[in-house]
């Protein structure tokens, strides 16, 4: 099955800094890769994904990049503020977004002022 | 936008009882439900697949006959928690596929259970 790691478990940044978060994946024939952003004991909440047949995908601040080749992706945060405080989780799943997802571990990050 | 409600958002119940998590949709059907758990500071773990009319799809390592799953209907999923145990305490959440052709999952707000 799939199997997705995740780096680094833990980050902080001062509020404005960038903030960068990797993951790999194991199953070449994975083609979906969203990102949730989990504050504590809530739901994850989607804040941006991208397909395997697109290499980068931006979103105001946020911006994610694939590289199928290497089987990475990444989750880049410009201009970080306090409320981008909360844990990360990246994600893999075949056949689109709406079949079962493979989570990578988490990353807690935190942005001090 | 697509709502999942789930329920109850907190329980505490004794060791050797059952406990009973419900997880709807609220404006769409829901033909597949993902149920995962998540223990703190942890990552969101798959434990079954439930597809409507049909039986659940356990991932490898969780017990079926623990963990028991019912989709009846097109808006509605249960997870019951049979003769729980404190190591059964942990933050289930369920997620839900709209339409089998759906490509975003929405997540329900998640269920706390804690077994004393």
């Known amino acids: 099955g799939e199997n997705v790691e995740q780096h680094p478990s833990t980050l902080s940044v001062q509020e404005g800094d960038s903030a960068v978060i990797k993951c790999t994946y194991s199953?070449?024939?994975?083609?979906?890769f969203p990102w949730y952003k989990q504050e504590l004991g809530k739901r994850p909440q989607l804040i941006i994904d991208?397909?395997?047949?697109?290499g980068e995908k931006k979103d105001q601040r946020i911006a994610v990049t694939l590289n199928k080749t290497a089987k990475h992706f990444s989750l880049h945060i410009t201009e970080t503020q306090p409320e981008d405080s909360a844990v990360y989780f990246c994600?893999?799943?075949?056949?689109?977004?709406?079949?079962?997802?493979?989570f990578g571990t988490g990353t807690q990050l935190k942005v001090e002022l | 936008g697509a709502v999942v409600s789930q329920h109850p958002s907190r329980v505490i119940c004794k060791s050797g009882t059952s406990v009973k998590i419900e997880c709807r949709s609220l404006?769409?059907?829901?033909?597949?439900m993902f149920w995962y758990r998540q223990f703190p500071k942890q990552s969101l773990m798959l434990m079954a697949t439930?597809?409507?009319?049909?039986?659940?799809?356990?991932e490898q390592g969780v017990e079926k006959d623990k963990f028991l799953i019912n989709h009846a209907s097109l808006t509605l999923s249960t997870l019951t928690v049979t003769s729980a145990h404190p190591e059964d305490s942990s933050f289930y959440i369920c997620?839900?596929?709209?339409?089998?052709?759906?490509?975003?999952?929405?997540f329900g707000a998640g269920s706390r259970l804690t077994v004393l």
């Open positions: 997620s839900a596929k709209q339409g089998a052709g759906a490509n975003v999952l929405t």
């Open positions: 199953d070449s024939a994975s083609n979906y």
């Open positions: 991208i397909r395997s047949n697109v």
């Open positions: 994600a893999a799943s075949q056949g689109g977004g709406g079949n079962k997802l493979t």
């Open positions: 404006d769409f059907q829901a033909t597949t």
């Open positions: 439930s597809n409507e009319g049909s039986k659940a799809t356990y």
